[in-house]
DNA sequence: TATATATGATACCTATTGGTATTATATGGA
DNA sequence: TCCATATAATACCAATAGGTATCATATATA
């Protein structure tokens, strides 16, 4: 029920753990597969994917010598329950551009 | 249509910002009002103001001498949008406790 | 007009962050 | 056992971020 809101978000701010969570999302992958898909060593990789845990957007399974990376609920839903808080803003704007639409329309119609 | 992913999750990344996000979803605010809520120098308070700007999180109306903050759903919504990319993970994950619950049930009936 | 107020802009400082390079450890296979 | 591989850990560096102090500008108001 710990739920880290700035784990999440601080990991959620930088485009490299985004893009980890994009690959995570295809398939479960090792830090070897994931280092491949991006230009920069594996201990930077490693370092982003320690922040991601943090977050608890990943979690880590060893396998013999691997470990496996793969996707978190936790963290994701942490963050998206957080901003969540805020729907009614655009829920309310949404309504409204409904508004304006339906009038624009009765007045096309006039 | 420029949803600037970066900005959004760059401004949520810091606790300060997220409070101002609060605060501002009580009502509109002025620098000066938010000031007064946090333990923080102005300038401070208006870097974040610009970070959040920059996010399209807030947007800002001048009225006389005055600036009025407000939530901006814009980068709230693109936000909300990358995350839920993931929605499915943990909607199994749910799905998958409930199985676990539902097969608990039957053994302990046995 | 003169003055207080609300804000903007910039220089500066320190801590954090994203990255590399390097060394160490553990495991799978010939 | 010996060696290659998959990962962990640490020191180090440059850039960025969050903060203060300071000065400049614009607008209410006496």
Redesign the interface.
């Known amino acids: 029920m710990n739920s880290d809101?700035?784990g999440a978000?601080?990991a959620?701010?930088d485009?490299t753990r985004?893009q980890i969570?994009?690959h995570l999302?295809a398939s479960d992958m090792t830090i070897g597969d994931l280092v491949d898909q991006f230009d920069m060593t594996r201990a930077a990789v490693k370092k982003h994917l320690t922040v991601l845990e943090e977050g608890h957007l990943i979690a880590v399974e060893a396998r013999g010598r691997e470990r496996i990376n793969r996707?978190e609920?936790m963290g994701?839903?942490t963050?998206?329950d957080?901003?969540?808080?805020?729907n009614h803003?655009?829920d309310d704007?949404l309504s409204a551009l409904q508004d304006a639409i339906d009038t624009e329309g009765r007045e096309n119609n006039d």
Chains 1, 2 share one sequence.
Not at 82 to 86: D, E, V
Request: proline share 8%; no cysteine.
């Open positions: 809101v700035q978000f601080r959620l701010a485009p985004r969570l994009m999302s996707i609920p994701l839903k963050a998206m957080w901003i969540n808080y805020f803003f655009w704007r």
